[in-house]
Every structure is written in structure tokens, then in C-alpha cells.
T-cell receptor
Framework: DAGITQSPRHKVTETGTPVTLRCHQT?????MYWYRQDPGHGLRLIHY???????DKGEVSDGYSVSRSKTEDFLLTLESATSSQTSVYFC?????????FGSGTRLTVV | GNSVTQMEGPVTLSEEAFLTINCTYT??????LFWYVQYPGEGLQLLLK?????DKGSNKGFEATYRKETTSFHLEKGSVQVSDSAVYFC?????????????FGKGTKLSVKP
């Protein structure tokens, strides 16, 4: 098992504030991903990383930034949260047998 | 790039009914195909996959056959249980030159009534 932990599990924040979500993995996987899940849209890729300090944009990257200073941690930052960023955020890694997801962070922007 | 379309839900069935959730894809070549399941309050879990044409993936009584002739990967189960209530996602890799890891369908919510 990949051992993916997302934190926090739930967060409520105000419009205009910065927010950082953390994804931590325990097994040294190279590729890590951030998705958001919204009703009617399924899962959409925000950003992904293919190594330390190596990241790239996904389908819905506007308003988000990421950082990966260590193999085990992949951080997602909302620079200035907006109500449209209210969503459930999932981190994922890819491994030989498939793709493993974290349990998600439910973010509400009020 | 590649794309996937799955039937919209929600789907409501009685226990022991037969389940089919349709998934069709557009792809260059023959990528691996996946079904993921998401139980309430949890992340997605890999349910089954098929890596080449005519392969059948199976797990927990669910099956899906990779059919290149119809570009489909429909999910089936002969007798559903209440515990199968979840959201099911069809997925495939994005294809060459595209971003990210997997492209997901919009999900089909299944509710099974006792």
C-alpha cells in the first residue's frame, strides 16, 4: 500500500485567504498528482509532479500553485481562495499495480 | 488526446439485480482501461483494469471487457449488493503529449436498495 495521507481532511476558509493542502506519501513514488472533484465534472487534474522540484500544470491549474521540495510531500496552494475553489481535493500517486488516491480534503471557501 | 464517456446516473437497483454501467472511449492506440470505485467519504480505489484488447478485468464480482470494435469498457455485475452502493468512474491515460496521469469519466452513482 502506498501510504498516502492528506491534511487537513476538512477546512473552511474565507475568500481571499491563502490555503495550503498537504499530501504525504511514504514509499518514494516519483509521480504525484492533485485532482479536484466536483459534481457533474468528475475528477480534473490541477497539477502534477514527476520529481523533486519538477511540476507541471494540469487541466484546471489557474489559481493554484504546487511545490515539491521533498519526494514524500506535494503541497497544493490556493494563492487567494475563491468560492469557485470549494471542492474536494484528492492527491494521487502512480505505482506498478495502478494508481492510489488519498482520502481527500474537503475545502469550503466562504 | 484520449477521452472517456460514461453513462450518467444516478442508477438505483434492488439487491441481486444485474448491473451495467456503460463506458466508451476515444483513444490513440490501445491504452489500458480502468474502473475506479469511490465509497462515501473516501478516495477512489482501483476496482479493475484491462491492459489490452479483449482482456477482461474482474474483481469483487465486477467484470469489464476491453472491446476495441465498439471502443467500450462496460462495467457489469450479475447480482449487486447494498454494499456496492458507490460512485463508479471509468478512466484511461491521457495519451501522448497530454498532461497528467488519468482522464476520468464524470462518474456514475449507484444506489442499491435492500
Amino acid at each position: 500500500d502506498a501510504g498516502i495521507t492528506q491534511s487537513p481532511r476538512h477546512k473552511v476558509t474565507e475568500t481571499g485567504t491563502p490555503v495550503t493542502l498537504r499530501c504525504h506519501q511514504t514509499e518514494n513514488h516519483r509521480y504525484m498528482y492533485w485532482y479536484r472533484q466536483d459534481p457533474g465534472h468528475g475528477l480534473r487534474l490541477i497539477h502534477y509532479s514527476y520529481g523533486v522540484k519538477d511540476t507541471d500544470k494540469g487541466e484546471v491549474s489557474d489559481g493554484y500553485s504546487v511545490s515539491r521540495s521533498k519526494t514524500e510531500d506535494f503541497l497544493l496552494t490556493l494563492e487567494s481562495a475563491t468560492s469557485s475553489q470549494t471542492s474536494v481535493y484528492f492527491c494521487a500517486i502512480s505505482e506498478a499495480l495502478g494508481y492510489t488516491f488519498g482520502s481527500g480534503t474537503r475545502l469550503t471557501v466562504v | 488526446g484520449n477521452s472517456v464517456t460514461q453513462m450518467e446516473g444516478p442508477v438505483t437497483l434492488s439487491e441481486e439485480a444485474f448491473l451495467t454501467i456503460n463506458c466508451t472511449y476515444t483513444a490513440t492506440g490501445y491504452p489500458s482501461l480502468f474502473w475506479y470505485v469511490q465509497y462515501p467519504g473516501e478516495g477512489l480505489q482501483l476496482l479493475l483494469k484491462a491492459t489490452k484488447a479483449d482482456d477482461k478485468g474482474s474483481n469483487k464480482g465486477f467484470e469489464a471487457t476491453y472491446r476495441k470494435e465498439t471502443t467500450s469498457f462496460h462495467l457489469e455485475k450479475g447480482s449487486v449488493q447494498v454494499s456496492d452502493s458507490a460512485v463508479y468512474f471509468c478512466a484511461l491515460p491521457p495519451g501522448r503529449g497530454s498532461q497528467g496521469n488519468l482522464i476520468f469519466g464524470k462518474g456514475t452513482k449507484l444506489s442499491v436498495k435492500p
